[in-house]
């Protein structure tokens, strides 16, 4: 078949020559598919059975359930139904990468379902082999869709046309993501571990003055309570950010000094708390000084906090027919939404609409909610890749750096926890059984609201021995051994 020549239309040889395009492009590994004759445009491209596999390796913004003018939403997190990329482009043959303006996935929990949409660009040009024009003209081209993962999340679409079946054969030959029959892995190696490792190497087990990169690159002295971490990113010449990208080519940098860790600190998007932060406090929380107002303890799932009176939960909506998209929801004799336990047995696709962790009080009142979209947001591509980094935080005894404003000596040490794989099921998991529990410590000046602070604290209590539940690959090495790449007990 003849084909007019396109900007977005690409051919290969081999295997290898995708994986060639691919590397050069930095991407560390693709997802490939054929796509049947009615995926397009118009219908939409189906991608997997389930969600996961998506935000794991891909930065996505999940519809988040915001405040609720309803006292009894008719579906409890129903705008979870889209995610969007946040960085996609097209690749054109000349290599330009092009930005689209609005790709996302569609998730239909009643089959369940993702697909793939939005492929236009922000030049509103796309991939005419994605057209339902084309492929009402030609049913039975051969196209295959590739997204490409650059490491922390970005994803690059490749289009591929005209493929011979030997290169067919080769790509039918792939695993499938996560035992899909139709949707194939490729693994692109780039060494960024290695030379992260390498890097670390030149670090660690020597001190460094406690400091941070300004807005200029220039070192700074540092003092507050991140400063091992600021100070690491200083070696690396990272200037302290706050974004969802990792810190070494995809690899969040974890820098902590003692086994209780922080993993993220994601605040509830509905709730008392997200409505009305004041009565929150005030409700649930206690004066640590007059007119200043404190919400503290550990929230560990279904077992009450003495000091807020507030149970940690993991729970989920049922429908009397889940199959069913119109079905109504279970409901108790008052006629209110009757929520269960959440189910780590049950697809999470499924109910992706219906998944939420909350806070309640005695009388079943939600005082602070994270629907899954909040979760998914920041639990994804930015932690599928940590590298946990003990540190040691000491007074400087340099005379000259004290007097320069370098209060501390920051050592790392050489042993680190390398962990890959994670995703919201492990994440959901960890909370129902309290391996990973909230430990907030906001604080609400009645009279000084600038000095107000909002800070919910997801932890573990020790990440050595947490760490395999919450990411499939866990490595305990020393780097001051070259080789040492083999699984290890945790110390």
Same mark, same amino acid.
């Given at each position: 078949?003849?084909?007019?020549?396109?900007?977005?239309?690409?051919?290969?040889?081999?295997?290898?020559?995708?994986?060639?395009?691919?590397?050069?492009?930095?991407?560390?590994?693709?997802?490939?598919?054929?796509?049947?004759?009615?995926?397009?445009?118009?219908?939409?491209?189906?991608?997997?059975?389930?969600?996961?596999?998506?935000?794991?390796?891909?930065?996505?913004?999940?519809?988040?359930?915001?405040?609720?003018?309803?006292?009894?939403?008719?579906?409890?997190?129903?705008?979870?139904?889209?995610?969007?990329?946040?960085?996609?482009?097209?690749?054109?043959?000349?290599?330009?990468?092009?930005?689209?303006?609005?790709?996302?996935?569609?998730?239909?929990?009643?089959?369940?379902?993702?697909?793939?949409? @939005?492929?236009?660009?922000?030049?509103?040009?796309?991939?005419?082999?994605?057209?339902?024009?084309?492929?009402?003209?030609?049913?039975?081209?051969?196209?295959?869709?590739?997204?490409?993962?650059?490491?922390?999340?970005?994803?690059?679409?490749?289009?591929?046309?005209?493929?011979?079946?030997?290169?067919?054969?080769?790509?039918?030959?792939?695993?499938?993501?996560? @035992?899909?029959?139709?949707?194939?892995?490729?693994?692109?190696?780039?060494?960024?571990?290695?030379?992260?490792?390498?890097?670390?190497?030149?670090?660690?087990?020597?001190?460094?003055?406690?400091?941070?990169?300004?807005?200029?690159?220039?070192?700074?002295?540092?003092?507050?309570?991140?400063?091992?971490?600021?100070?690491?990113?200083?070696?690396?010449?990272?200037?302290?950010?706050?974004?969802?990208?990792?810190?070494?080519?995809?690899?969040?940098?974890?820098?902590?000094?003692?086994?209780?860790?922080?993993?993220?600190?994601?605040?509830?998007?509905?709730?008392?708390?997200?409505?009305?932060?004041?009565?929150?406090?005030?409700?649930?929380?206690?004066?640590?000084?007059?007119?200043?107002?404190?919400?503290?303890?550990?929230?560990?799932?279904?077992?009450?906090?003495?000091?807020?009176?507030?149970?940690?939960?993991?729970?989920?909506?049922?429908?009397?027919?889940?199959?069913?998209?119109?079905?109504?929801?279970?409901?108790?004799?008052? @006629?209110?939404?009757?929520?269960?336990?959440?189910?780590?047995?049950?697809?999470?696709?499924?109910?992706?609409?219906?998944?939420?962790?909350?806070?309640?009080?005695?009388? @079943?009142?939600?005082?602070?909610?994270?629907?899954?979209?909040?979760?998914?947001?920041?639990?994804?591509?930015?932690?599928?890749?940590?590298?946990?980094?003990?540190?040691?935080?000491?007074?400087?005894?340099?005379?000259?750096?004290?007097?320069?404003?370098?209060?501390?000596?920051?050592?790392?040490?050489?042993?680190?926890?390398?962990?890959?794989?994670?995703?919201?099921?492990?994440?959901?998991?960890?909370?129902?059984?309290?391996?990973?529990?909230?430990?907030?410590?906001?604080?609400?000046?009645?009279?000084?609201?600038?000095?107000?602070?909002?800070?919910?604290?997801?932890?573990?209590?020790?990440?050595?021995?947490?760490?395999?539940?919450?990411?499939?690959?866990?490595?305990?090495?020393?780097?001051?051994?070259?080789?040492?790449?083999?699984?290890?007990?945790?110390?």
């Amino acid at each position: 078949m003849i084909v007019p020549p396109c900007p977005f239309e690409h051919t290969a040889t081999s295997l290898d020559d995708i994986r060639e395009l691919l590397k050069h492009m930095g991407a560390d590994m693709a997802m490939l598919k054929f796509l049947p004759k009615n995926a397009n445009d118009k219908n939409q491209v189906y991608w997997l059975r389930e969600i996961g596999p998506l935000p794991t390796h891909f930065a996505l913004k999940f519809s988040e359930r915001g405040i609720s003018t309803s006292k009894d939403r008719v579906n409890p997190g129903d705008s979870i139904t889209e995610a969007v990329f946040e960085d996609f482009q097209w690749l054109e043959r000349d290599g330009e990468k092009v930005p689209v303006k609005n790709a996302k996935v569609i998730i239909y929990p009643q089959y369940p379902e993702t697909r793939l949409s @939005g492929f236009a660009t922000t030049k509103n040009t796309m991939p005419r082999m994605l057209s339902a024009t084309f492929t009402k003209a030609n049913p039975h081209a051969i196209r295959l869709m590739v997204l490409g993962r650059i490491p922390g999340g970005a994803c690059v679409g490749v289009m591929f046309i005209d493929l011979s079946q030997s290169v067919v054969d080769e790509i039918n030959a792939l695993p499938g993501v996560e @035992g899909s029959r139709t949707c194939k892995l490729l693994i692109i190696s780039q060494d960024h571990s290695k030379r992260l490792f390498g890097r670390l190497r030149e670090v660690v087990d020597q001190p460094h003055r406690g400091c941070r990169l300004d807005v200029q690159g220039n070192t700074i002295p540092f003092t507050g309570t991140q400063v091992c971490g600021y100070t690491l990113e200083q070696q690396f010449g990272i200037t302290p950010n706050a974004d969802m990208d990792g810190d070494f080519h995809g690899i969040e940098l974890k820098v902590h000094t003692a086994r209780k860790v922080t993993l993220c600190t994601t605040e509830p998007d509905f709730g008392m708390y997200a409505e009305n932060f004041e009565s929150f406090m005030t409700t649930y929380g206690y004066e640590s000084a007059p007119g200043e107002w404190r919400v503290t303890g550990l929230h560990r799932a279904n077992a009450p906090c003495a000091k807020s009176g507030l149970t940690l939960r993991v729970r989920e909506f049922r429908t009397v027919d889940p199959h069913n998209p119109k079905s109504d929801w279970i409901r108790n004799e008052q @006629g209110e939404r009757e929520s269960f336990a959440y189910d780590p047995k049950t697809s999470l696709t499924a109910k992706i609409n219906a998944v939420e962790v909350v806070l309640q009080d005695d009388a @079943g009142k939600v005082a602070a909610g994270w629907s899954l979209g909040r979760l998914m947001n920041n639990w994804g591509a930015k932690h599928n890749e940590v590298v946990y980094i003990s540190a040691n935080k000491e007074d400087n005894t340099n005379v000259i750096d004290a007097e320069m404003g370098f209060k501390y000596e920051i050592t790392f040490s050489p042993k680190i926890i390398w962990c890959r794989e994670t995703s919201a099921e492990r994440l959901l998991e960890a909370i129902c059984v309290g391996t990973i529990f909230l430990d907030p410590a906001p604080k609400f000046l009645a009279n000084d609201r600038s000095k107000n602070k909002r800070r919910c604290q997801w932890r573990v209590n020790d990440i050595y021995k947490s760490a395999s539940s919450l990411y499939e690959n866990v490595i305990f090495r020393d780097l001051s051994d070259q080789h040492s790449y083999t699984l290890a007990p945790a110390p």
